[in-house]
């Protein structure tokens, strides 16, 4: 069910086995890391062909990953998608990741409007959360850019010796503020 989709300079091709390396460049970046606090950085070529085998394989397929491709010279500049989708309650969890150079240069929020548009008319999903480091300030404005809202918090498992408080974040997508990030971003 999942396509390859385009924005105005973007492209989002569903990830493929060929992005291993690209995968493996990305979250070995220290600044994409910094404050991703579920998983360890990933570690070889070969440990990201095992997140792709993950995103393509594992069923049900709750999750999905595009690779965010520059159109105006097609490099691979991030990633963006979803997992833990709940079918039966139209819930889904959103995150995305951008390499550092092209930071602040509105590429996210352009990704994020397409798949979340993607999300509400063909995955019938209706809420989107985030789960965002409090102290990760792009992320939250980010968010909060695309309409989501402030919805609780909570405490990842511990990593490193530390327990990482995260604000959740929600986008409404039958409500006002999903929707219109939408439409407003195409
Ligand atoms: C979060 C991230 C993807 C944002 O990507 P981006 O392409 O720079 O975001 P955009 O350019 O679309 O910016 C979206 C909004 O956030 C704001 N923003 C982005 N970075 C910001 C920062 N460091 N400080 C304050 N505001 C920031 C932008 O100004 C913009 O709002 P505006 O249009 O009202 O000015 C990027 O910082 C990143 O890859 N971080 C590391 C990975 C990560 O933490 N992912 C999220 C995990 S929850």
Redesign the pocket.
């Known amino acids: 069910m999942f396509i390859d989709l385009e924005t105005e300079r973007l492209s989002l091709k569903c990830i493929g086995y060929d992005d291993a390396e690209f995968f493996y460049k990305q979250f070995s970046t220290d ?2 890391n ?3 606090f579920d998983v360890e950085p990933c570690s070889s070529v070969e440990e990201a062909q095992k997140w792709i085998r993950f995103y393509l394989e594992s069923e049900p397929r709750n999750q999905h990953r595009w690779i965010i491709v520059l159109k105006e010279n097609g490099e691979k500049i ?1 990633t963006c998608g979803f997992h833990c989708w709940n079918r039966e309650t139209g819930e889904i969890e959103m ?4 390499q ?1 150079s ?9 990704a994020l409007a397409a798949i979340m548009k993607f999300a509400a008319e063909k995955m019938k999903v209706k809420k989107i959360f ?4 409090v102290d ?4 939250i ?2 968010c909060e ?1 695309m309409g989501f809202v402030k919805t609780g918090k909570q405490y990842y498992e511990e990593m490193h010796g530390k327990k990482y408080l995260h604000d959740i974040y929600c986008a409404d997508l039958e409500g006002h503020f999903g929707f219109i990030a939408c439409q407003n971003r195409e």
């Not at 985030?130 to 480091?133: E, G, K, L, V, W």
């Not at 990760?136 to 992320?139: R, V």
């Open positions: 600044e994409v910094q404050y991703l991030g995150g995305y990741d951008l550092p092209y930071w602040r240069k509105g590429y996210t929020s352009e985030a789960h965002i480091s990760n300030i792009a992320s404005r980010t850019k």
